[in-house]
């Protein structure tokens, strides 16, 4: 009954977009999930692991400050991250701190903004970073506005890709918005005209990315179809978009999840969820 009361309230809120398919598909994984990942997927991502492996042990420079972060329900600071806060897993927070802290970004462009946004923050202060900080959300999940350098409260579809294109090497853009490559929504617009157009060194977080597997159940439920697009541009360019921290993956791999068993047993750590679903590349060419 609660499953019909849902679908019945989603069909008729406003707050949801109904669409109708002429043409049934069986919504489901078709690569990994008790399958086989996709084979040249898994070829282009497994053949970075040494790079994923060094950035890993880099991490431990951090571990300190990050194990020092508190779980989402014995944190007071609403300007401070946290564990299992429903929306950033334990390996994307862990991927985020270290790679802002390593890589030294001058701009940090965020399209999707919240937990992320506290991260930074924490990032900026903790590591001494010239960071600038750019929020673009219409509808924040967080009360982040103070966090941020320059606040845009529109959609990305409708706001002037100038900025984007105009990051340097070392700057970052941190996408984790819609998710859904639709016409004219922020996805199709990313792939379209922002991610072609990047400035080799430039470096491109996707997040809620499972490559070189396929999404789960609870995934393709949602109809999520970003990391197609960004599977079609991996396989016909590889060397323009090299990855440099595929956390899913990461999660998934006996041998890279194993450099951070150490970290995890920490005290504050013990419930965290430790997968992560971000996806980082570098524009290389």
């Not at 019909?4 to 109708?20: E, G, V």
């Not at 600038?132 to 529109?154: G, Q, W």
């Not at 990313?190 to 159940?217: A, T």
């Amino acid at each position: 009954m609660k499953s019909i009361l849902q679908r019945l309230y989603r069909f008729t809120s406003p707050k949801f977009q109904t669409l109708f398919n002429e043409y049934p598909v069986e919504f489901k994984p078709r690569y990994g999930h008790g399958k086989a990942a996709h084979d040249r997927l898994y070829g282009i991502v497994n053949g970075e692991r040494a790079n994923y492996r060094e950035l890993l042990n880099h991490s431990r420079e951090f571990w300190p400050i990050l194990q020092e972060i508190k779980a989402q329900g014995n944190e007071s600071n609403p300007s401070k991250p946290a564990w299992n806060n429903g929306f950033l897993p334990g390996l994307d927070i862990l991927g985020l701190y270290t790679i802002l802290s390593v890589y030294k970004p001058k701009h940090y462009i965020e399209v999707g903004s919240g937990n992320s946004t506290k991260v930074a923050k924490l990032a900026r202060e903790n590591q001494g970073l010239d960071l600038e900080i750019t929020s673009i959300d219409p509808h924040p999940r967080a009360e982040i506005d103070h966090l941020a350098d320059h606040i845009i409260r529109h959609p990305f579809e409708r706001i002037d890709a100038h900025q984007y294109t105009e990051l340097n090497k070392g700057d970052i853009l941190f996408i984790d918005n819609s998710h859904r490559i639709l016409p004219n929504s922020d996805a199709m617009v990313f792939f379209l005209e922002i991610l072609p157009n990047l400035k080799p060194g430039v470096i491109v977080h996707i997040h809620d990315i499972y490559i070189p597997y396929d999404y789960p159940q609870f995934m393709c439920d949602r109809f999520y179809s970003e990391q197609y697009g960004l599977s079609i541009a991996m396989i016909e360019n590889p060397q323009r978009y090299k990855t440099i921290l595929p956390n899913y993956f990461i999660s998934e791999d006996e041998e890279l999840s194993s450099l951070l068993l150490d970290f995890w047993k920490h005290p504050n750590l013990v419930d965290v969820e430790r997968h992560g679903g971000s996806f980082w590349i570098v524009i290389s060419s």
